[in-house]
């Protein structure tokens, strides 16, 4: 059997694969290192950069938020931060049944250099949405790039937002004036190196009875330090336009198919407490109360429902 370690510098072409290494691991990590050590030890693993694991550009969001759960529900990590330099990122998701809310994602996290990696989650309506582009275009520099893999070395930009996807990049051209990519030649396509000098933008999307959850986020430790300033600083002020009209500590999540339990150590209630870290948008809570059927999903597929509290 090869040292445990050496497992994880295994490189890895599929989502399978990627959950088979770690199912593999979580016995032997966990009976060699402790609990802690070993949920440490994957999660820098998977957030590792790709520079020389271009396989894993498909299969490490499967990987890398599964852990990066186990992490912070164990305290491992401070919060569900962005994973803007590693592999290809989606936002986390309550991938278990037995998960009943999302995890708690702290307001902010500064590395020893005073550098920043933090979110703001949300729920907006589209009509919170055009508030918040209209406030992002009163600065004439500012583009928007439909996600992190482009077809091209430089991305298409836009100063309208309908013409981006899910996944915006709110790029400064004053900051930075390229965005640097890698060719993936395993996806033919380009990947965004530069995210770190961005902000990222994930958006909400409204369906007949559900909202999901959206969030802008930052990770700046990879940038440089007038860079960062000024992405810091960018990101501060809209945290701030959010807060100023958004509601939080307005809803509960449950998990309907399980019967409400107590929390215990390992879980929350069901439903949970109201969540303070997720801000709802002025026209999301008056779409809410409209109907009481409607909820907010942390997407379209997701079990867990948040609901308004009494």
């Known amino acids: 059997m090869w040292p445990s370690a050496q497992l994880l510098q295994w490189p890895i072409s599929a989502p399978g694969a990627c959950l088979g290494l770690t199912l593999f691991t979580s016995t032997r990590l966990r009976r060699e290192r402790g609990k802690k050590q070993w949920l440490s030890t994957i999660y820098e693993w998977a957030s590792s950069p790709i520079e020389h694991k271009a396989s894993l550009c498909r299969a490490r969001p499967v990987l890398h938020f599964c852990i990066l759960k186990a992490a912070v529900s164990a305290g491992v990590v401070a919060s569900c931060s962005m994973a803007a330099n590693s592999g290809r990122s989606t936002r986390p998701r309550c991938v278990a049944s037995k998960i009943v809310r999302p995890c708690a994602a702290r307001k902010l996290r500064c590395s020893a250099e005073g550098n920043m990696r933090s979110q703001v989650r949300f729920a907006m309506h589209p009509d919170d ?5 209209r406030e992002l275009l009163r600065d004439p520099s500012i583009v928007f790039v439909d996600g992190p893999r482009w077809n091209s070395a430089q991305p298409p930009t836009s100063r309208s937002i309908s013409s981006i996807g899910s996944y915006c990049i709110v790029w400064s051209t004053k900051d930075i004036s390229t965005l640097a990519a890698d060719f993936i030649p395993s996806c033919n396509d380009w990947y965004c ?7 990222q933008f994930l958006r909400s999307s ?12 930052i990770g700046t430790s990879a940038a440089d330090a007038d860079v960062a300033a000024s992405v810091e600083r960018r990101y501060k002020l809209l945290g701030r336009f959010l807060k100023r009209s958004y509601s939080n500590a ?7 198919p399980l019967t409400p339990p107590h929390a215990t150590s390992s879980r929350s209630s069901n439903p949970s407490t109201p969540d303070a870290s997720l801000w709802v948008g002025p026209a999301a809570l008056d779409w809410l109360r409209a109907d009481p059927v409607r909820c907010i999903k942390l997407d379209a597929r997701s079990r867990v429902e948040g609901r308004l509290t009494p």
Do not use: C, K, M, Q
């Open 206 to 217: 409204l369906a007949d009875t559900f909202l999901t959850e959206g969030r802008v986020a």
């Open 250 to 256: 307005v809803i509960g999540w449950s998990n309907p």
């Open 129 to 133: 949405e055009s508030s918040l582009v």
């Open 193 to 199: 190196r530069a995210e770190h000098s961005t902000i």
